[in-house]
């Protein structure tokens, strides 16, 4: 990552098994140590691996956490959140007692308290205040309606996260969300979610997935915007090869290579 010019970035911890190669890395990390259990929650070891540098707590996402606990980490504490939304179609029909996500709980007897909020966006609005920055990540199924809301009740940067080749891999899709928040002008940054849905870590790979879009535009998605969404400024300097400059977009042949 380091060579393919990524500076800092916004990593997922469930334990302490990262934090020895964080700490002789050139990249700067933050790290989100993420809360979920629907059953049994993992909160405890969450606050204990916040004991590590740049480490702080994070929901899973607005269907995988129990009311108190969403609560709990979204009022305390002011460093930014980062939060599965809007990833599967199911995630919102959940909201409303059907679907495939709400028929799986259902059989392995998960019960939500959370489901009073009528709708992913307004768990959001309704837990966070408004002065807390946040990450929305995926964002595969996001409407106009959730986008009004959420934008309505902040104060504080919200940051859309795009992960397309996580987002193709999950829900078939990744061109809809795209489009929609460029319409509304949005702070989009990319990611790439983990190898768990993605095939590599590598942020030129995603950016090719929008060969439609100004490169300005993606390079500002890939750099500035994430850096802002850390609280921290942009640095190093990257050569790009391969793109078409007759048009300024990305290609296939795209590559970069850490200069600085």
């Known amino acids: 990552m380091w060579q393919e010019g990524i500076d800092a970035v916004a990593d997922i911890v469930n334990d302490n098994s990262s934090f020895s190669v964080k700490s002789s890395s050139k990249i700067h ?27 702080t707590l994070t929901p899973h996402s607005v269907y995988s956490v129990q009311d108190a606990d969403f609560r709990a980490v979204c009022s305390s504490g002011n460093a930014p959140l980062s939060i599965h939304f809007k990833e599967s179609e199911g995630e919102e029909q959940l909201f409303s007692g059907y679907g495939a996500l709400a028929e799986w709980y259902s059989q392995v007897g998960f019960e939500c308290d959370f489901l009073h909020y009528n709708s992913a966006a307004q768990r959001i609005v309704k837990s966070i205040p408004a002065s807390r920055s946040v990450m929305l990540v995926h964002n595969s199924f996001v409407t106009q309606q959730d986008i009004e809301l959420i934008m309505n009740h902040f104060t504080a940067p919200v940051y859309w996260v795009l992960c397309p080749r996580s987002n193709r891999y999950i829900s078939g899709s990744i061109t809809d969300a795209v489009h929609l928040l460029r319409r509304n002008n949005l702070n989009i940054c990319i990611g790439t979610d983990s190898l768990a849905s993605n095939t590599s870590l590598s942020i030129i790979e995603e950016l090719k997935c929008f060969k439609d879009i100004p490169l300005e535009e993606l390079l500002r998605w890939a750099t500035a915007n994430g850096a802002a969404a850390l609280g921290i400024e942009p640095k190093g300097l990257i050569n790009i090869s391969g793109a078409d400059l007759s048009t300024m977009r990305i290609t296939e042949d795209t590559t970069v290579k850490r200069v600085l």
């Not at 990390?29 to 740049?54: M, Q, R, W």
């Open 29 to 55: 990390y933050h790290s989100f140590a993420e809360v979920f259990g629907l059953k049994k929650s993992n909160i405890e070891l969450c606050k204990s691996l916040t004991d590590n540098p740049n480490t």
